[in-house]
């Protein structure tokens, strides 16, 4: 009889992670666990089940943009796959937003809402890019103190109910780029009533179905870079669903991954927009968008990376090759438990961060806003990195099936491919790291979280990731230090030394979550883990001979 392979399965996205019960127990102790568990083992059985396979049976399906309606129109309607239209109802439903600002865990809203996340987002086909606009909405007009706007939007926004749940936008990106956003050339002119209308041309608006965006744009008049761009907010559709006048959807974009987020090219010609704090200062007002949008990136990291190793470790147990099964050959088993490791280093950078989220939120902490300021920057570009390389891997652990399109198995690395580059790139975020360490006391917090945590973790057998991580650390910190004043070694250096941090950090939290295992009955997995992290290099900092860049750059 002839053979045919069994294809990869998926078992509950909850049970099956070999972190998150963990670390949720630590986080919230056995009773408070208990009661948020079963929908956490809800969502892990429709992740790994039911929405999986319409995954899969939906591959091809794409949004399409139609311009026009038969009689001569201008509609600009985009239609959204099946697997989005449910995405759209489980996100409200379970509050995948929601859920961060709910009273009765207080701090730890955050966590228990970036655990749902984390089980659900692999099997929503990057929903999670409204879902992330959407919080970094929310906190930004929080924040903003406008009261008008909070009362018109945030009931929307945070709705359980997805009749009324809106989902919103963040249109930053112009033609000048992505990265430089004081570059922006969208006017905004106000009429004679106090209206503001925008114009421009927004050139990478992810998600672009959202019923409301914020959006820069500068005030007739007002300076050239980014103190003199204004934020705004947007309307962007009525109560029938249709677009406001004077937005208009040129295309969509083709891009390599994220293909079922239907991202557009978009005109604004004179559509109105409201103000939503100072007429200029605009990127600083939208950074709580950045810093809420990056939480979500580094936890969609690690969600990939854990969706990546399901599969491959399934695949291992299924595949015979030279007479075994692939799990069973030492070198393929060595090559899956590296990979184990980098995951379990980067889910506890990306929930560290989401767990300060919750402190400085709830809080007054000087100091954790400190450590937030840096965490989540750090947490974003490390984290983004080891998801590619973790994809990379985990399709090529499947042989050629990795590679073809209809099993699925490409999509984990296109669509990890994304997040090094949206919300920031990993040079950018670098810089964006310096910048918040060059704010006083940041330092001192990074490295007295990092020394926190190693101080927990006494056991014998993680005496060599400790030392791993605290000889990195303060590498990274002496070398940094050094550098400050030499602009432009610091700079050539900025990527290096936020790696190094993400990793030691990556390896403190190790450390201390192993020594809570092994104290708590957890198993070997999480020290395992340290050890073998500890071994794939963490301390990156270098001093790199300029004029050797030079060279090879001719
Ligand atoms: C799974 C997740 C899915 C997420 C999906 C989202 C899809 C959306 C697609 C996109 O929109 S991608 C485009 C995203 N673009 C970016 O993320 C921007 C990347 N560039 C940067 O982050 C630059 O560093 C930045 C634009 C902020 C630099 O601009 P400037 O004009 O040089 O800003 P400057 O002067 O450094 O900072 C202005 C103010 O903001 C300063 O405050 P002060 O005025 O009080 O001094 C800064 O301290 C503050 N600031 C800057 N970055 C900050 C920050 N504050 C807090 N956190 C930050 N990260």
Not at 60 to 76: A, C, K, S, Y
Not at 80 to 102: F, N, S
Not at 333 to 349: C, H, I, K, Q, V
Not at 358 to 374: C, H, I, M, P, Y
């Given at each position: ?37 079963p929908?956490?083992?809800?969502l ?50 379970h ?41 970094g ?9 406008n ?76 300076a050239?870079?980014?103190r ?41 010609d ?23 949008t ?29 007479g ?55 947490a ?148 395992a ?26």
């Amino acid at each position: 009889m002839a053979f045919f392979q069994d294809p990869p399965r998926l078992g509950n996205q909850y049970d099956e992670d070999p972190m998150l019960s963990a670390f949720l127990a630590r986080s919230f102790g056995a009773a408070d666990l208990a009661a948020i568990e079963p929908e956490l083992r809800e969502l892990g059985a429709l992740s790994g089940g039911p929405l999986h396979r319409l995954q899969l049976a939906d591959l091809t399906n794409e949004p399409v943009l139609t311009q026009w309606d038969p009689w001569g129109n201008r509609i600009d309607h985009i239609e959204l796959t099946p697997l989005w239209k449910e995405a759209a109802k489980l996100a409200a439903t379970h509050g995948l937003v929601a859920a961060g600002y709910d009273a009765p865990l207080g701090a730890r809203a955050r966590v228990q809402q970036f655990a749902k996340v984390h089980v659900l987002n692999p099997s929503l086909d990057v929903y999670s890019c409204p879902l992330a606009m959407t919080d970094g909405a929310a906190r930004t007009l929080l924040d903003s103190g406008n009261q008008a706007l909070v009362e018109r939007a945030l009931p929307r926004l945070l709705a359980r109910d997805p009749a009324t749940a809106w989902t919103s936008g963040q249109w930053m990106t112009e033609r000048t780029g992505g990265s430089d956003v004081g570059l922006s050339e969208t006017v905004a002119r106000k009429d004679a009533d106090g209206t503001w209308r925008l114009y421009g041309t927004k050139w990478f608006t992810s998600a672009t179905t959202a019923e409301m965006a914020l959006t820069l744009g500068r005030p007739e008049g007002n300076a050239d870079g980014s103190r003199g761009l204004a934020l705004f907010y947007v309307q962007v559709r009525g109560a029938d669903g249709r677009l406001t006048p004077g937005i208009a959807v040129n295309r969509l974009k083709d891009k390599l991954g994220t293909r079922k987020v239907p991202t557009a090219e978009l005109t604004l010609d004179g559509v109105p927009a409201i103000l939503v704090g100072a007429d200029s200062d605009g990127v600083r007002a939208i950074t709580p968008m950045l810093s809420i949008t990056r939480t979500w990136n580094a936890v969609c990291s690690v969600s990939g990376m854990r969706r990546a190793l399901a599969l491959a470790r399934d695949y291992a147990g299924r595949r015979m090759a030279f007479g075994a099964l692939l799990r069973d050959k030492p070198l393929h088993a060595d090559t899956l438990a590296g990979l184990e490791a980098e995951y379990a280093g980067a889910f506890l950078l990306a929930f560290r961060a989401v767990t300060v989220l919750g402190l400085v939120e709830r809080g007054n902490d000087e100091a954790d806003d400190r450590l937030l300021r840096a965490l989540t920057p750090i947490a974003k570009l490390t984290t983004a990195k080891q998801a590619v390389a973790v994809a990379s891997e985990a399709i090529e652990s499947c042989g050629g099936a990795g590679y073809v399109e209809d099993t699925g198995l490409p999509r984990l690395l296109a669509d990890a491919q994304v997040l090094p580059i949206w919300e920031g790139t990993t040079n950018v975020l670098s810089l964006d790291t310096l910048r918040a360490l060059g704010k006083g006391g940041a330092i001192e917090a990074v490295v007295a979280d990092a020394r926190a945590h190693l101080a927990q973790a006494k056991d014998p057998g993680l005496a060599a990731p400790v030392a791993a991580a605290r000889d990195a650390l303060d590498h990274a910190v002496a070398w940094a230090g050094g550098a400050m004043g030499s602009p432009e070694r610091l700079e050539s250096g900025a990527r290096r030394v936020a790696l190094t941090l993400g990793r030691s950090l990556e390896l403190a939290y190790l450390s201390a979550h192993a020594q809570w295992c092994l104290e708590h009955g957890r198993g070997g997995y999480a020290a395992a883990a340290a050890r073998r992290f500890a071994k794939h290099g963490v301390d990156l900092v270098d001093d790199i001979d300029r004029d050797d860049t030079r060279a090879l750059l001719g």
